[in-house]
Every structure is written in C-alpha cells, then in structure tokens.
C-alpha cells in the first residue's frame, strides 16, 4: 500500500483507515508517557531509595535528585561506609500510567482519606450540573438571538457590535461581581460559564445562519410567508444540523470554563476535588480526575454525533464524522 495514498490531499478516508488512525491518535501519547515512564535511560532525573545505607536523611521510597544521590555515593564510597541503593524514578508530579489506572479505579471505591474530602463521583456529578444549568441559560438565550442576528440585518446591527466587544473581556474576571449579586454557591459558577459561552454562542450561531442559501429565502418571501413562519418553517429547519454541530462544540467551551468557574464562591465539584488531591500531593488522583473530564467529554460528544446522523440523515457532513 503506498504511502502517498495515505496523504491523499481532501479525500475521504475509508472506514477501515479511521479506525486506525483514531486509535493511533490515542496510543502514541500513551506510548511516549509508557516510554517516559518505565524506560530508565530516557527520562528519570530522580532516585527512589530502596536502601539507604548509611546517609542520614535517606529513607525508604524517598525521591531524592540524581545528583543529590551520587555526591551521597561518593561521599560515603569515600568514608568507607555502606553505599545507598536506589532506583531510577520520576518526579512525584509524574505518576506511571498503571498508578493512574489504579487512581482511577479505587477513587469511585476508597472512602477520601481526608476527613473534608468528598467521593469522586459526587464531585464530578455536581460539576455535570453546573455545566448543565450554565450551557441550558447560554442557550435558551444565544441561540434564539443567534438566529435572529443571521436573518435580520437590523437585528444584528443592533446587537453584535456590543457582543463582538464583550466577549473579548473576560469571563472570569466578572467572578467577585458574580459572588456579591448571587451569593458563594452555584450561582456566581454559572454565571461565569453563562459569560463564557453566551456572546460567543450568539456569533457563531449567527454566522451559521448567514450561511443558509439566499435563494430558498427569497423563495418563501415570494410566495408570500410570513416572518415568524419563514423562521420555523425556512431558517431554523435548514441550518439545524450546523445548528446541531455548533452547539457540540460549543459545550466543549463550557467544560473549560468549569475550571475557572469553580474557583469562584465556595470549594466544590471536579475542582475541588483536583486541587485538594494536589495539595496532598497524590498526583495520580489529580490525573485521573483530569481523564474523567475528558472520558466524559469526548464520550458526550460521541453519542451526540451518534445522535445526529440519526437526526439529519439527509446532511453529509453530520454522517462522516
């Protein structure tokens, strides 16, 4: 098989080709972190004692600099006295990928080792419903403005202006305005995911819409329609499966603001839990609670994918990804 058929400029890879290199795009960066990981010569710039002779400070599973470890070994190769054994090894901060997989299974069963710790799942279940409530308000305002911005002209002077400025501030920086009007709780968290999707859900849905074809417009409009008829009955059914991918993408905004979002008010959900695990330096939690977020998000947008070329058979794209 040649290589340049690989690299066909725009051709439609064949279903056998995507799945390959869809699982090749998650097993080489799992490989680079095995390699970096477990293979000793490509990058260990520590040591993990297993004996620590007769060095004072050493002890058992201390990660000590390389450096630091061999001056130790020579001082003590120097005085005669018994040398320190240990192991090539990473930093705490760079957990092995079998560590992680074990964080990741004993999160949803191990009680939170901290008496203020919460359970995994609780956090991230209270992190789906901020992101909820937050993407639902941004929507049931954006996308209905978004509309009406891409099909009337005056609409849309009279609106993107002021959101095309607004939505270069930014979101988090409304978060001490967000706490004195809404209180500590989930309110000012919404709020901020609210700021940070709404403008640009508004322009990106506008967008889609200039791009309806003029002519089945001006069809409707000659045999006589009406506006509100021509939005339901035109606009909204001929550019819903953009409509539809818009707001996939969009929701993926949301995600990353909850970060930020969370930091406001009160300690709670994915964050919390994120922070407080690095705080006690159990690392391999905060990785595993970070691939949480992204299971979960690349596992939403496969089913609403899934779901759309369901809906919108008709629409080509919807049914190559």
Known sequence: ??????????????????????IASFLLPLLIWCAVSYVPFIW??????????????????????????????????SAGKALPVGAPANPIYLPAPHVVAEALYTAFVTPPAQKDGVWLHQSLWHSIQVI??????????????????????????????FIEFFRYL???????????????????????????T???????????TKTLDYSLLEAAMTLGTNKLKLLFHVVIPGIL?????????????????LIVAELIG??????????????????????????????????????LAWLGRRLFRWDRPANKE
């Not at 690299?7 to 995507?18: M, N």
């Not at 599973?61 to 130790?72: A, G, Q, V």
């Not at 920086?173 to 609210?194: E, S």
């Not at 994915?270 to 690349?298: D, K």
Request: charged content about 15%; some cysteine.
């Open 198 to 208: 709404f403008f640009q859900q508004v322009l990106v849905i506008s967008n889609t």
């Open 170 to 196: 930014p979101a988090p920086a409304f978060g001490a305005l967000a706490v004195a009007i809404l209180g500590i709780y989930d309110g000012p968290k919404i709020a901020i995911i609210v700021i940070g």
């Open 266 to 303: 009160t300690s709670s959900g994915i964050t919390f839990f994120i922070t407080q695990q690095a705080r006690y330096e159990h690392f391999e939690n905060v990785y595993a609670a970070i691939f949480i977020i992204g299971f979960i998000g690349l596992g939403t947008d496969l089913i």
């Open 132 to 161: 909820f409530w937050g993407f639902f308000i941004s929507s049931l305002i954006g996308v209905p403005l978004g509309v009406l911005c891409g099909t009337y002209s005056v609409i849309a002077r009279l609106n993107e202006p």
């Open 44 to 77: 260990h710039p520590m040591v993990m004692i297993e004996q620590p002779g007769d060095v004072d400070y050493f002890q058992v599973d201390m990660l000590i600099d390389k450096s630091i470890f061999n001056e130790e070994v020579g001082n003590m190769q």
């Open 1 to 22: 098989m040649k290589m340049s058929s690989w690299f066909a400029v725009r051709q439609e890879l064949s279903p056998e080709r995507k799945k390959i290199i869809g």
């Open 241 to 257: 499966p953009q409509l539809y991918r818009d707001q996939r993408i969009l929701l993926g905004w949301a995600w990353t603001y």
